[in-house]
């Protein structure tokens, strides 16, 4: 499977407030660009904290894009995919609606009353790792459903998890003409962080994009 990360940050690196609140870092011209990515991709996947504090849809915003998928024999919209080791995605979430195709990947901890219930709600589960999902085994089991090309959205702790299991392949950064601040503020890579073995990236390109840049990355 071929992972593709993209996310906007502003100029500080950080994702959102430190009350978890979004901001407008990018654009127009960058949603478009975002919208394209999405279009390209089989599954668009974010972590469960995005889940619950954006209520995020992950659908395409152009019907035109959707319109070209259903022409080449694919669904009009990519599947969706969460990360929630606990099973936490709210039955009525946005993600969970019949416009696409959404896999909810967890852990063999979470509470099976609460795996039974999204089941209900039309996920597709997916049980990885014992007490937080194996990405490397949930991606395996989601290549075999034809996942074979990876958009993730975010949150920080997805992202460093993805980069610790060296599962990402590229990275597409929006860096906005903010400052955001708050050394609890999310960023692109929260958890444990690295203490060594840090993982390295290529430049490859760079491109003005509204008020900021795309700074485009192999890994």
Request: net charge negative.
């Amino acid at each position: 499977m071929y992972v593709h990360v993209n996310a906007a940050v502003s100029v500080d690196g950080k994702l959102s407030t430190r009350r978890r609140e979004q901001v407008a870092i990018s654009g127009p011209e960058d949603f478009d660009r975002v919208d394209r990515v999405r279009a390209a991709a089989d599954a668009v996947m974010v972590g469960v904290g995005t889940v619950l504090a954006d209520d995020p849809h992950l659908t395409l915003d152009e019907d035109d894009r959707r319109v070209q998928r259903l022409r080449s024999g694919r669904d009009g919209f990519p599947a969706r995919v969460v990360a929630d080791s606990r099973a936490r995605t709210p039955t009525d979430a946005r993600i969970l609606d019949d416009e696409a195709t959404t896999y909810v990947l967890v852990s063999e901890d979470a509470s099976a009353d609460d795996v039974s219930a999204l089941r209900s709600a039309g996920a597709g589960i997916v049980t990885a790792g014992t007490e937080r999902v194996d990405l490397a085994e949930a991606f395996d089991e989601l290549e075999a459903e034809g996942v074979e090309r990876l958009m993730v959205e975010g949150g920080g702790e997805l992202l460093f998890s993805l980069f610790a299991a060296d599962l990402v392949d590229e990275l597409t950064l929006y860096v906005g003409s903010i400052v955001v601040g708050g050394r609890d503020a999310p960023t692109l890579a929260d958890g444990e962080g690295f203490l060594d073995g840090f993982p390295e990236l290529d430049l490859v390109d760079v491109a003005r994009v509204d008020d900021g840049a795309v700074l485009s990355y192999e890994v």
